[in-house]
């Protein structure tokens, strides 16, 4: 199973609000309940495109032709994708690109990973051009948003909602980090090859990554798995399924 890795969307990070941001984003990232967007203004004041994170399909437009309403476009995976806390479906809501960034665009679209989507823009009365965006893990819900307790409209999905830095690797072949604001995103890493070394028992294989976590699985002894991202001493070996990673060795 070939899953892809979600990765950053912009050439250049230039993350101009985070989620803790006291201009607009604290009554999304307080509120009951919550959610974590970012503002991204890329490399300068221009308007940088935005790029597909994976192969991703549109679920919703709303606002375009509608100087009130700022331009927001829902995007959801089209399978699961690998992010640095697990396997899962992601989507997310992004806003303010122009309408005539996405005069064409219709609902069903995809986009393929690293493709262009549309540059920033300020449509709906953003002070600068950039994107503001917000994601979560699972499938889009609803009419993807509801108000939460502080009045602002929130990401519905079939999952959680969740900061960036725990869904996006940074491709560094891709994405150049101007601005983080302090987010700690992770290096994408590639798959590897490992044998399973626990002579005389087999390895439990947990639903996450923590010895707290339901055991799912055991494997064998030397057996061969696939180790797709680690985190905390823990590796993910797929859907739901990770090992902690001092069992695994490079030969058999
Ligand atoms: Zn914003």
Redesign the pocket.
């Given at each position: 199973m070939a899953w892809q890795y979600l990765i950053y969307p912009f050439k250049v990070m230039g993350i101009s609000?985070t989620y803790d941001?006291s201009?607009?984003?604290r009554k999304y990232s307080t509120g009951n309940k919550k959610d974590y967007?970012?503002?991204e203004a890329g490399a300068d004041t221009g308007r940088d495109y935005m790029y597909a994170p994976a192969d991703v399909v549109v679920k919703k437009i709303y606002g375009r032709g509608d100087s009130g309403k700022p331009n927001t476009i829902w995007l959801q995976t089209r399978k699961k994708v690998i992010t640095p806390i697990g396997i899962f479906y992601v989507t997310g809501r992004v806003?303010?690109m122009s309408d005539a960034d996405i005069a064409n665009l219709k609902v069903g679209d995809v986009f393929r990973a690293k493709e262009k989507m549309f540059r920033e823009g300020t449509d709906g009365g953003?002070t600068g051009n950039?994107i503001?965006?917000t994601w979560g893990t699972g499938k889009f819900k609803g009419s993807g948003w509801s108000a939460n307790s502080n009045g602002a409209y929130v990401l519905t999905t079939t999952g959680s909602n969740r900061k960036p830095e725990k869904l996006f690797f940074v491709d560094s072949g891709f994405t150049r980090i101007r601005d983080s604001r302090g987010l700690k995103f992770e290096k994408k890493p590639e798959p590897k090859t490992r044998y399973v070394h626990t002579p005389g028992s087999r390895l439990n294989v947990r639903k996450s990554y923590s010895v707290k976590s339901e055991v799912v699985g055991k494997l064998a002894d030397k057996l061969k798995v696939t180790v797709y991202a680690r985190r905390n001493g823990w590796s993910l070996i797929g859907v739901k399924k990770w090992v902690a990673s001092r069992y695994l060795k490079k030969t058999r």
């Open positions: 609000q941001g201009y607009s984003h967007p970012i503002d806003t303010h953003a950039h503001h965006m």
